[in-house]
Every structure is written in structure tokens, then in C-alpha cells.
């Protein structure tokens, strides 16, 4: 993995998307530090490090994919910034998305873009961030259920809470992250 892309990433993260206060967690848990990963997921220079080096990574062979995709709304911006860049690298990879409810009409599926892949693909499940790892077993689940085969969870911040033991103990996958919540906390902001 480019270490300068990725020291990069980590100081958009931090100037773009890391907040302390008082937060209430997607888990339930409380925090004093929150991040809004969607205001680097969305940013060009953000999304560009992060289809860059999600896409170094499958094309690295450590983990073998023939898709990826995660939960919408955060894993969304992520899927696309990876599959772009895999394209244009040659080393395409086609996203999913991964409903959090069925549409209720048209083909009412969970899995978007199931066209693309073939059925049983090994899909690498996306994460912006990681804290208990719900949002990931929640789209491994419904991966699963749709015939595919998760092969392990990226995510863009490990909040180091945990998230990586519950993936391995409970479904045998590794957790690959891109910046830890301590990279990001020992960098002091800039303007």
C-alpha cells in the first residue's frame, strides 16, 4: 500500500472529518470523538486516496475479490471511488450495494448490481467506519443470504473498538483497515 497516499488520507480524515464532543454511535455506545467520514468519502481528493488505495489492495492479491460492496449510505461513495479506479487501473472490480431494507417493488432485492457479478462471487464487504462491526455483519448477512461469499471487511477508520475480533470470531474474516482512529488522533490540525 502507498504509505504517502495513505498518510495523506489520514490527514484529510483528520481535517475534514474528525469531530470531539459528545456522539451517540451507530452501536449505541457514546464517544467523545465522532467521525463523519461522508465529508472525506465525497471530497475528490478523499474519495481519490481511497479508490486508490482500496484498489492497490485488491490488485496487491492479499485479499481475492471479484466484487465489493457494503451497507448504504457509508459504504456507497466507497464502493464507486474503488471500482473506478480499478477500472482505470485494469483491474476492474464492479461494486454493490447492500440495502439496508428491499425496495418493496421492482425486483425488490437486497443486493444492487448483482448483474455484474457472477452468482457465488467472493465479495470484500465495505466499511467507512468500523467501531462494533454491526453495519459489516449486517451486509455480510445479507450478502450471505443472496449466495455470495464475503471474504473479509475494509473499512476507511478502525475506531479500534472491538469491530476486528467480533468479524474474525464470528465469521472467520479479516478486518483491513485504511487509518486508525489513533493515526488520526495524533495529528494535530492544520489549516
Known sequence: MDEAKRSRLIEVIRKLSYKEGDFTLASGKTSK?????????LHPEGATLIGELGAQ??????????AIGGLTLGADPIATAISVVSFQIGFPIPSLIVRKESKGHG?????EGKSNVSPGARVLVLEDVITTGGSSIDAILKLKKEGFEPVGVLTVVDRQSGGADRLKSEFGLNLYSLASIEEIQSLSITS
Open 33 to 41: 470523538f465522532y467521525i463523519d467520514l461522508k465529508a472525506t468519502t
Open 57 to 66: 489492495l485488491l490488485q496487491s492479491g492479499l485479499i481475492k475479490a471479484d
Open 107 to 111: 425486483t425488490d432485492q437486497f443486493v
